[in-house]
């Protein structure tokens, strides 16, 4: 299997895509996720232990963790990249969304805009993920523009987009 049909693999299932990547010899003590995840390594290795059974996963090797399944995560010593897929039952709660950001390693931070502000097309060198807590944003990028509401949640890469906030009270 390579990433294309392992992403499409994942939206067929219901699965949100997430690509990310963890630093060199991160370890992640015994935890438990609240949606079930699946993941694809691109390059580096992530050690995946559950039941108390290490299991190394490399470049093309893909891994299940259901929710609710306690596991550790060890990283290797030249970091992990991979795509991963997660599936919750039910919408996502702000919570979850701000412990999934610092679990990969994001920073966290509150903020807003006003009313009818609009960004001029830009571009960023890192990766953004947006939850919507009020009001409305749409996001243009790629030749087309998706809006996006209070609970709804988007990512974007590094590249162009440009955002018009619209605030409804």
Same mark, same amino acid.
């Given at each position: 299997?390579?990433?294309?049909?392992?992403?499409?693999? *994942?939206?067929?299932?219901?699965?949100?895509?997430?690509?990310?990547?963890?630093?060199?010899? *991160?370890?992640?003590?015994?935890?438990?996720?609240?949606?079930?995840?699946?993941?694809?390594? =691109?390059?580096?290795?992530?050690?995946?232990?559950?039941?108390?059974?290490?299991?190394?996963?490399?470049?093309?090797?893909?891994?299940?963790?259901?929710?609710?399944?306690?596991?550790?995560?060890?990283?290797?010593?030249?970091?992990?990249?991979?795509?991963?897929?997660?599936?919750?039952?039910?919408?996502?709660?702000?919570?979850?969304?701000?412990?999934? =950001?610092?679990?990969?390693?994001?920073?966290?931070?509150?903020?807003?805009?006003?009313?009818?502000?609009?960004?001029?097309?830009?571009?960023?060198?890192?990766?953004?993920?947006?939850?919507? =807590?009020?009001?409305?944003?749409?996001?243009?990028?790629?030749?087309?523009?998706?809006?996006?509401?209070?609970?709804?949640?988007?990512?974007?890469?590094?590249?162009?987009?440009? *955002?018009?906030?619209?605030?409804?009270?």
């Amino acid at each position: 299997m390579d990433r294309l049909e392992f992403e499409a693999g *994942l939206r067929r299932e219901g699965y949100s895509v997430v690509n990310a990547s963890l630093t060199p010899n *991160l370890r992640v003590a015994n935890h438990c996720c609240d949606f079930d995840a699946k993941l694809f390594v =691109l390059g580096g290795e992530i050690t995946v232990t559950r039941d108390n059974k290490p299991e190394i996963f490399r470049a093309g090797q893909c891994c299940e963790v259901p929710a609710n399944c306690m596991h550790a995560e060890h990283v290797g010593p030249e970091g992990v990249a991979y795509v991963s897929g997660r599936r919750r039952n039910g919408p996502i709660t702000r919570e979850a969304f701000e412990s999934d =950001l610092r679990r990969e390693g994001f920073e966290v931070v509150h903020g807003g805009q006003t009313a009818g502000f609009t960004e001029d097309m830009h571009a960023h060198d890192f990766d953004v993920r947006i939850m919507v =807590l009020g009001g409305e944003i749409t996001v243009c990028r790629n030749g087309g523009s998706e809006t996006f509401r209070a609970g709804d949640h988007c990512e974007s890469g590094t590249g162009r987009c440009r *955002l018009h906030h619209y605030w409804q009270g």
